[in-house]
């Protein structure tokens, strides 16, 4: 499929941690920029962390130190692993390969709340 897709999401008490994933297809996985983006109601969607092909990464300031972005180019995947979780990070998440154009995946709900 072009859209990636995401899982992992899922309900998390204050200060827990999750680790989401993203698949997506393609033999030139290695050349996509892939980001994750958050969107809560009534809010534009926002950068939550961002990596180039090269490797370069890009983070949210609300999210430096506690999130971390990485990539698996065997194996066409793209991981947020999301520590230290407060209540203001509860969102739906989105996926993003960049590459020819923006594509998005149809998102996973992420809940923090004790």
């Known amino acids: 499929q072009v859209q990636p897709v995401e899982s992992g999401g899922g309900l998390v008490q204050p200060g827990g941690s999750l680790r989401l994933s993203c698949a997506t297809s393609?033999?030139?996985?290695?050349?996509?920029?892939m980001g994750w983006y958050r969107q809560t109601p009534g809010k534009q969607r926002e950068l939550v962390a961002f990596?180039?092909?090269?490797?370069?990464?890009t983070y949210a300031a609300s999210v430096k130190g506690r999130f971390t972005i990485s990539r698996d180019n065997a194996k066409n995947m793209v991981y947020l692993q999301m520590d230290s979780l407060k209540t203001e990070d509860t969102a739906v998440y989105y996926c993003?390969?960049?590459?020819?154009?923006?594509?998005w995946g149809q998102g996973t709900q992420v809940t923090v709340s004790s």
């Open positions: 993003l390969k960049r590459f020819n154009g923006n594509y």
């Open positions: 393609g033999s030139a996985f290695r050349y996509y920029d």
């Open positions: 990596m180039t092909s090269d490797g370069s990464t």
